[in-house]
C-alpha cells in the first residue's frame, strides 16, 4: 500500500490553472474510491493549491507502476478541468510514502503558503479531512496521516513566532487596500461578496480594523442568514448595483460561476479586492481609471517575508514530525509482521503437537516433548523479531515484509483504522484529546 500526495500549487502553477484543477477535482475523491482505483482519499483545495492525498495497492518499489498512477490521474483531472493532460502535467507533483507525509506537515504549518506563517491552512486541511470522513473516502492511514498534521500544526504554532503577527492572506489584502483607499477604515464602506468561512474571516478582519459599514451580497441568497449571524446588512440582487455604488472597498471571497465584467461596475472610485479561488471579479476591471484591484497575485507579491529564525524552527518541528510519523507506521507494519509470523509458526508447531498426543497421549514423555519443541520455536522466534526492529530502524521494513511473504507465504494484513469512536468520529465533531490535537476552524479559501 502507497501512500501519495498528487500537488497543483502556487508555486509550479498559476492559480487560475489551481482554480479549474480545483472545480475539476470536485467528487473525484469518491470516483476513485467508489471504484476501487484508491483505497482512499483526501482532496485539499485552497486558493492556492490543489492536492489530492491517496492511498493505492502498488509496492512501493514498483516505480514504473507510480508513474502509471500518476499519469492516470494526472490525465483524469485534466479532463474534469478541460485542459489537455499534456498542458498541466508538468506542473504537477507527484509525491509518495514520507516525502508526501513531510509534505503535508509542511504545508499544514503554512511554510508552503504565499503569506508564510498564515494560519487560516490548518482549517482547511482539518475540513479537507472532515468532508473524506464525511463522504467515507478516508482510509485508515490518511486519518492518522491528517492528526498527525493536526499535532504538527499545533507544535509549530506553540514552539515559534510563526502566525504570531496574525499575517494571513486576509490581513495582507486589507494591508494593500489601506494603501490605495481614501479615508481609514471607520469611516469606509465596505461590501462582501461571500457567505462562506472565508468571508467571515474577512468581516471580522474589517471590524478589527474598525470598519463598521459592512454589507454583505450573495448569489445564491444567503446572506441574510449570513449576517443574521455574523451581523452586517444583507443585500438583495436589486440592489447590488446600488451597494456598488455606495461602498468603497469590495472585497470578492465567493468564486461566483460569471466573474463580474467591467462594465458592470460602478463609476465611483472603488478599491476591489478579488480573494476568491476562482474570481469574483473580471481581470478587465483593473483597466477602469477609478478601480484599483488586489488580486491574489498581488498578495503572494506583497506579503512580507519571514524571520529565517521562525521558518527554520518551524522547519526542525515539521522533520521531527516526519520522522516520527514515518517510525510509527513502520512499527505499526513490522508489529504485525511478527504478530503474523508468530501465529503462523505456532500454528504449525500446534499441528506438530497434536500428532504426538494422538500418538503418545498425556504421558510424561509427551510433556517433555511439547516443553522441548515450545522453547526451540520461541528460540528460533527470538533472532526473526529483533531483525524486525532493526531492519525496521535501517528504512528496510519492506524488504523484511517481502521476506516474510517470499519464504512463508505470510501477507501482512494493512494497519485498519483506528476505532471510529476514538478517531474518525472526534475529528469530525472537533473534539479534543488528550493525544492528538485537532486542527483549528479557519477561514476556507486561503492557504
Not at 503437537?353 to 515450545?374: S, V
Request: net charge negative; proline share 4%; hydrophobic share 40%.
Amino acid at each position: 500500500m502507497v501512500l501519495f500526495s498528487l500537488v497543483a500549487s502556487h508555486r509550479d502553477v498559476d492559480l487560475t490553472t489551481v482554480a479549474r484543477l480545483a472545480d475539476g477535482a470536485r467528487g473525484l475523491p469518491s470516483d476513485l474510491v467508489g471504484t476501487g482505483v484508491l483505497n482512499g482519499a483526501v482532496a485539499l483545495s485552497t486558493c492556492n493549491r490543489l492536492e489530492l492525498y491517496g492511498e493505492i495497492n502498488t509496492p512501493t518499489q514498483d516505480a514504473a507502476a507510480l508513474r502509471e498512477t500518476r499519469a492516470e490521474l494526472v490525465g483524469l483531472l485534466a479532463e474534469r478541468a478541460g485542459f489537455d493532460p499534456q498542458d498541466v502535467a508538468h506542473g504537477v507533483q507527484l509525491l509518495t510514502e514520507d516525502d508526501a507525509a513531510r509534505h503535508l506537515f509542511t504545508v499544514v504549518s503554512g511554510l508552503e503558503s504565499a503569506v508564510v506563517g498564515e494560519r487560516e491552512i490548518t482549517g482547511q486541511v482539518r475540513r479537507a479531512l472532515t468532508e473524506a470522513q464525511r463522504d467515507g473516502t478516508a482510509s485508515g492511514e490518511l486519518v492518522r496521516l491528517f492528526e498527525a498534521a493536526a499535532h504538527t500544526a499545533r507544535e509549530v504554532g506553540t514552539h515559534t513566532s510563526l502566525g504570531e503577527r496574525g499575517r494571513s492572506i486576509v490581513s495582507v489584502a486589507l494591508d494593500l487596500a489601506d494603501d490605495v483607499t481614501d479615508g481609514q477604515w471607520p469611516g469606509r464602506r465596505a461590501l462582501v461578496f461571500g457567505t462562506g468561512a472565508y468571508a467571515g474571516a474577512t468581516m471580522a478582519a474589517l471590524r478589527d480594523r474598525g470598519c463598521a459599514d459592512i454589507e454583505v451580497y450573495s448569489a445564491s441568497g444567503r446572506a441574510e442568514q449570513f449576517t443574521a449571524n455574523r451581523g452586517g446588512t444583507p443585500v438583495a440582487s436589486d440592489d447590488l448595483e446600488d451597494a456598488l455604488n455606495r461602498c468603497d472597498v469590495v472585497i470578492g471571497c465567493s468564486g461566483g460561476a460569471e466573474p463580474m465584467p467591467a462594465q458592470d461596475m460602478p463609476t465611483n472610485a472603488l478599491t476591489v479586492v478579488d480573494l476568491a479561488l476562482s474570481r469574483d471579479f473580471d481581470p478587465s476591471v483593473a483597466d477602469l481609471p477609478h478601480v484599483e484591484l488586489i488580486t491574489l497575485e498581488s498578495v503572494k507579491l506583497a506579503a512580507p517575508e519571514e524571520t529565517g529564525e521562525s521558518v527554520t524552527a518551524a522547519q526542525r518541528i515539521v522533520d521531527q514530525a516526519a520522522d516520527r510519523f514515518k517510525n510509527q507506521r513502520t512499527g505499526r507494519d513490522m508489529s504485525s509482521a511478527i504478530v503474523a509470523l508468530r501465529k503462523h509458526t505456532m500454528g504449525v508447531l500446534e499441528q506438530e503437537l497434536d500428532k504426538i498426543r494422538q500418538q503418545h497421549g498425556c504421558t510424561g514423555a509427551h510433556e517433555e516433548i511439547e516443553f522441548a519443541m515450545r522453547r526451540m520455536v520461541k528460540s528460533l522466534l527470538h533472532q526473526p523479531t529483533v531483525r524486525a526492529r532493526e531492519m525496521a530502524a535501517e528504512g528496510r521494513a519492506e524488504d523484511y515484509l517481502m521476506g516474510l511473504e517470499a519464504l512463508f507465504g505470510i501477507e501482512v494484513p494493512a494497519a485498519q483504522a483506528p476505532a471510529q469512536e476514538s478517531g474518525a468520529n472526534a475529528a469530525v465533531s472537533g473534539q479534543h484529546t488528550t493525544s492528538e490535537p485537532r486542527l483549528p476552524s479557519a477561514p476556507r479559501a486561503a492557504g
